[in-house]
């Protein structure tokens, strides 16, 4: 399963039905948060655990016990786990997330409010994701998740360039390249700074990505 396969498959639709049956937030823009933070998500974990080896391994430990990818089987799990994942997106972004709720929240139309809430809902669901990912690549010790997730990233990359007829692969290819060679070392900015800095000032309930996908994906 690629990153744009959970984003648009039956686990990302499943999840941004409960949040939006739960928040009252439309689905499509539940949608556009995933596509941003996924790869927000694997990039901060990979910078962790390529600058240091006890995050590395802390990282591996946690998909080992917690995080095995069963709730990609059973998505109503996000909902009942939101709290963990309020916990995940602490560890993640530290002190950057404020920073970071706030740029999607931008970005996506989503309010403030219900940002942080939304985000601890997806966040089991990218690390199940990941952990699934990690049984099928065979990687046993935290020395090589900065490769695996790296190989996430570049996957999904490819993936979005190979199909631009697609919008939304448009958008994550995008978002993607954002984080590519120009690397500034920092995720936030190499990410929210490369297509969603670009000019989307989304702050209304249906601007910024979420009205963008709203059309490609059947919304209002």
């Known amino acids: 399963m690629s990153l744009i396969d959970l984003i648009t498959g039956s686990a990302g639709n499943q999840v941004a039905s409960q949040a939006e049956n739960k928040f009252?937030?439309?689905?499509?823009?539940?949608?556009?948060?995933?596509?941003?933070?996924?790869?927000?998500?694997?990039s901060y974990l990979r910078k962790k655990s390529q600058d240091d080896p006890n995050e590395a391994e802390a990282l591996n430990n946690a998909?080992?016990?917690?995080?095995?990818?069963?709730?990609?089987?059973d998505p109503a799990q996000a909902e009942a786990r939101q709290q963990e994942g309020g916990s995940i997106l602490d560890?993640?972004?530290?002190g950057q997330k404020n920073q970071v709720e706030n740029q999607l929240s931008q970005k996506t139309g989503i309010s403030m409010d219900k940002i942080g809430p939304v985000l601890a809902m997806l966040a089991?669901?990218?690390?199940?994701?990941?952990?699934?990912?990690?049984?099928?690549g065979g990687v046993s010790s935290g020395g090589g998740l900065g490769d695996l997730l790296g190989g996430i990233l570049g996957g999904?990359?490819?993936?979005?360039?190979?199909?631009?007829?697609?919008?939304?692969?448009?958008?994550?290819?995008?978002?993607?390249?954002?984080?590519g060679n120009q690397s500034s070392g920092n995720p936030l900015n190499d990410i929210l700074?490369?297509?969603l800095g670009g000019g989307n000032s989304g702050k209304s309930s249906q601007g910024g990505?979420?009205?963008?996908?709203?059309?490609?994906?059947?919304?209002?």
């Open 24 to 42: 009252g937030i439309d689905k499509n823009q539940v949608i556009a948060l995933l596509a941003v933070a996924a790869p927000l998500v694997i």
């Open 63 to 73: 998909l080992d016990k917690d995080h095995d990818g069963s709730i990609l089987n």
């Open 91 to 94: 560890h993640v972004f530290g």
């Open 124 to 136: 089991p669901v990218i690390m199940g994701y990941i952990g699934k990912q990690k049984q099928s």
């Open 156 to 179: 999904a990359q490819s993936q979005a360039q190979a199909e631009p007829s697609n919008p939304l692969n448009d958008i994550l290819g995008s978002v993607l390249g954002g984080g």
């Open 193 to 195: 700074g490369g297509v």
């Open 209 to 220: 990505l979420g009205g963008i996908l709203g059309n490609i994906l059947g919304g209002r």
